[in-house]
């Protein structure tokens, strides 16, 4: 059997290397995501053979599944995953599965099921057009970026850093205290943010703020992989008028450089105003994500 053991932030160079070998832009697979979630999702990895094998148990659901091996061999990784999971007496399943990626299970595995959810697909955008805004279709987006820019004409758009901490602090209580959830998963990014913005370089991360005087509006926090520039973290406080319009261009024309043609800043989990949100920035498309059972040959 595979040797796993729990992910730690030790691990990041590991999986940074193997995420060379990562065929999609699912935002699931990558430095931001896995290490965000690590605890809550209760992230094992195993390196063998030339291939990462990743497993989370999510706490909604019995035993393990598997995420697509990293893997230079595809066909020789995913059986070995599959074979893992058959040898501990679990049902073989694989997570976060790409469109594409079940296209190239269907050739090596005997797919049992493959279901999906429309509250989890990932929101890609083009690069570009998201950078610039320009045209009839952004220009409810360009109206409340000019609001933000009026009332806050000195406001700049800078690097975090730890002089921040203070003001940081003060943001995501205002944030929190009006945006009240019990959602575990919103209190696990808010134990974990703080973390990840010490250790941005170790997780590949960078993270911007924007700044009106003392205090921040808005906050981004997000890694390039590939083509793609991903968007972890993205918040502002409301109070602002026109801060998240005003962080998500300008976070996109800092960091969506040359090479970089898409934008993918994750799913709506199903809330209605996020899904209206991320919809009025005209998406290319939407990711999907399938859970896939398998059977060996």
């Known amino acids: 059997m595979l040797d796993f053991r729990a992910l730690t932030p030790d691990d990041a160079p590991t999986v940074k290397a193997y995420l060379s070998h990562c065929a999609h832009r699912l935002s699931d697979i990558t430095m931001g995501t896995l290490f965000m979630w690590r605890d809550y999702l209760h992230t094992q990895i195993a390196a ?3 291939s990462l094998f990743i497993k989370i148990a999510p706490p909604d659901i019995t035993g393990y599944l598997h995420y697509i091996p990293l893997s230079r061999d595809f066909p020789a990784a995913v059986r070995a995953a599959a074979e893992d999971m058959r040898k501990a007496g679990e049902e073989p ?4 599965v790409s469109r594409e990626q079940l296209a190239a299970l269907r050739g090596v595995l005997n797919i049992k099921r493959a279901v999906t959810s429309r509250n989890w697909h990932d929101y890609l955008y083009d690069a570009p057009s998201l950078a610039a805004m320009a045209g009839r279709k952004y220009a409810g987006q360009r109206n409340h970026i000019h609001k933000f820019e009026k009332a806050c004409p000195l406001a700049r758009f800078v690097p975090y850093s730890t002089e921040y901490d203070g003001a940081l602090r003060r943001f995501t209580e205002r944030f929190y205290a009006k945006n009240p959830t019990q959602d575990a998963t919103a209190e ?46 993205e918040k502002a406080d409301t109070s602002y008028p026109g801060a998240y319009q005003t962080v998500v261009r300008r976070f996109a024309q800092a960091h969506a450089g040359e090479g970089v043609l898409y934008i993918n800043r994750e799913e709506d989990l ?15 498309r939407l990711l999907e994500k399938y859970t896939v059972t398998v059977a060996l040959p």
């Open 48 to 50: 063998q053979g030339g």
């Open 93 to 96: 399943r694989f997570s976060t």
């Open 188 to 233: 696990e990014e808010r134990r974990k943010l703080m973390d990840m913005l010490h250790d941005l370089e170790r997780f590949s991360l960078f993270a911007s703020l924007l700044v009106d005087g003392e205090e921040i509006a808005a906050l981004a926090v997000g890694e390039i992989l590939g083509d793609t520039l991903f968007v972890h973290t």
């Open 270 to 284: 199903g809330i209605e105003g996020l899904r209206v949100s991320k919809q009025s920035y005209h998406p290319l």
